[in-house]
């Protein structure tokens, strides 16, 4: 049963342009998401965090967005640069010590 | 600042042969430790956790283990290694005695068993 579902597996976006990553969710008590980000044969790099209690986190080109009654996280990078391109994994935990994951989406920037 | 060192980055076994993989952290004590291993292709399988010396949890039945000789100190290991164990191995660490933070990921290690 796959509680976190990143459904893209791949996305293409022009450099310059906003990139939007989806991840939705099954559990409802999940109260924590992440967002990392992972080049190839390299571990993953923490991005951005959300907590449950909020909607909308930003840091600089990134921001997360949660809509709790839709089971719905997405990741917003703008403006995308040649060096996002990686693959997004999306990240959830119920207050535990785990992570539940999804299975990634690869993006590509295109110049 | 906090650091993950994971040991060896690449490694190639043949099926039956034993296996320890190293990972170490520094700049924080009592850290959450884990060992995801990723397959080809696809998303991050926890293996193992440990929230302090000598404590382990398993996720998945299989053929390795996992040891915490020390705070800062965590080990994969396999008597017998198969086939089906090629993959990506990945240790991480989360500050210990909180829940919902981030994990930290070590470089990884690539096994390939022949």
């Known amino acids: 049963d796959q509680q976190v579902k990143q459904n893209s597996p791949s996305l293409s976006v022009q450099e310059g342009r906003i990139s939007i990553l989806n991840c939705d969710y099954t559990?409802?008590?999940?109260?924590?998401f992440l967002w990392y980000k992972k080049y190839p044969a390299e571990g993953p790099t923490f991005l951005i965090s959300?907590?449950?209690i909020k909607d909308k986190n930003e840091d600089g080109r990134f921001t997360v967005f949660l809509n709790k009654s839709a089971k719905h996280l997405s990741l917003h990078i703008v403006p995308s640069q040649p060096g996002d391109s990686a693959v997004y994994f999306c990240?959830?935990?119920?207050?535990?010590?785990?992570?539940?994951w999804g299975a990634g989406t690869k993006l590509i920037i295109k110049p | 600042s906090q650091t993950i060192h994971q040991w060896p980055a690449t490694l190639v076994q043949p099926v039956g042969s034993p296996l320890s993989l190293e990972c170490t952290v520094e700049?924080?004590?009592?850290?959450?430790l884990y060992w995801y291993r990723q397959a080809a292709g696809r998303g991050l399988q926890l293996l193992f956790y440990s929230v302090g010396i000598g404590q382990i949890s398993s996720e998945v039945p299989q053929n390795l283990s996992a040891s915490r000789p020390q705070d800062r100190q965590f080990i994969l290991s396999s008597k017998k290694l198969l086939l089906s164990d090629s993959g990506f191995y990945l240790c991480?660490?989360?500050?210990?005695?909180?829940?919902?933070?981030?994990?930290?990921f070590g470089d990884g290690t690539r096994l390939s068993i022949l």
């Open positions: 959300i907590s449950s």
């Open positions: 559990n409802s008590m999940f109260d924590y």
């Open positions: 990240a959830a935990s119920d207050s535990n010590y785990q992570l539940i």
């Open positions: 700049g924080t004590s009592n850290p959450n």
């Open positions: 991480a660490w989360s500050v210990g005695g909180l829940s919902n933070q981030p994990q930290h």
